[in-house]
């Protein structure tokens, strides 16, 4: 069983930067995949981010140029560089974890993230 811990959001005013850092631990095989969702009230859970072993991470359209999302293998944490940030990127964010040898996909409790002045 993955658990993932989640830490950094909070209120921001538009045009400014927060960090969300994410630590996954109790995995006994390789997370291949790591990322981050949000979902704002009313909408539906959309991806943010998300990195895979060996490949170039991904980005939604929406966020792409102002999110770097990144990640420590060795201590299985991924991170999410958010600037420039607008109203709409008001949400609650979450992390997400794949294990591919499990087929198990995990997920964190949450963390809000509010862009208002």
């Known amino acids: 069983q993955v658990q993932l811990v989640e830490s950094g959001g909070g209120l921001v005013q538009p045009g400014g930067s927060l960090r969300l850092s994410c630590a996954a631990s109790?995995?006994?095989?390789?997370?291949?995949?790591m990322g981050w969702y949000r979902q704002a009230p009313g909408k539906q859970r959309e991806l943010v981010a998300t990195?895979?072993?060996?490949?170039?991470?991904t980005y939604a359209d929406s966020v792409r140029g102002r999110f770097t999302i990144s990640r420590d293998n060795a201590k299985n944490t991924v991170s999410l560089q958010m600037n420039s940030l607008k109203p709409e990127d008001t949400a609650v964010y979450y992390c997400?974890?794949?294990?591919?040898?499990?087929?198990?996909?995990?997920w964190g409790q949450g963390t809000q993230v509010t862009v208002s002045s």
């Open positions: 997400n974890a794949a294990v591919v040898t499990t087929s198990r996909i995990y």
């Open positions: 990195i895979t072993l060996g490949r170039a991470p």
């Open positions: 109790g995995s006994s095989f390789v997370i291949n995949r």
